[in-house]
């Protein structure tokens, strides 16, 4: 089985055994943590039912329980796969609606196997690119590339967020989480305009209409957009509306 120390990310393959818990400490940085062999097949099915299916493609962690319980209470068809070649002969077979993967797993490598399984099917699933584990002083910032993903989640992301992401790349829409979702995601808009606002303050006097506020600020705008789809995707041109409505309120002062 392999074993990924929480601290500095060190793995370790450990020898099979039935018991059902065991401490281990890391031979790099010397962190003791537990781990669960029950959890060590490389192909397990959650639950199988009618509805969407998800494969999980990632080692034995947190996160990957997380993910998993996040979409068994969503009612997803759920398989888990612990290492690559696993996880490309079940996405072959099952042909999942879903697949979250992380770039890296035995045998073969998730950054290898999204080009795999686009090459193999004509129809692939919508693939999320799991995020490393998570360190609290690590700066996270979007990876600048994910090779061949449709989009990516990491630890830092909250269950709303990551359900908004789920739901809007498979084009399922709450009406209730969509409100909630909506109501976050024009907040943000309104905290990156005002940030402007009160930085920018004699470049924003400037603006008349919202075309003025792209073209005099269009490096910050463009940041501030992909901000927006990143955190909330489909909602960058929430900017457009911020910027409008400020000019409507300005007008009439």
Known sequence: MIVQCPKCLRRYRLQDTNAKLLRVKCRSCGNQFLVSPSDKSS???IQEKNGKTAVVADIQRDFRSFIVGLLASKNFN??????GETAFHLV???KPDLLFVSPYLPKLMGIDLIPKIREAMSEPPKIFLLGAIHNSK?????????YG????????FSEKKIIHKVSYH???KNDLEQESVDNDAIRL???IFADLLVYETEKMEKVKKVEDFFNLFSQEAGEGQRYLEENFPGSKNLLNFVVAEYLKRKAHK
């Open 92 to 94: 072959k077979e099952k």
């Open 138 to 146: 690590r700066y996270r910032r979007r990876p600048e590339t994910l």
């Open 170 to 172: 498979l084009g399922i």
């Open 149 to 156: 993903a449709d989009d990516y989640i990491d630890e830092s």
């Open 43 to 45: 192909h397990e099915i």
């Open 189 to 191: 808009a309104r905290s």
């Open 78 to 83: 759920l398989f888990i796969a612990d290492e």
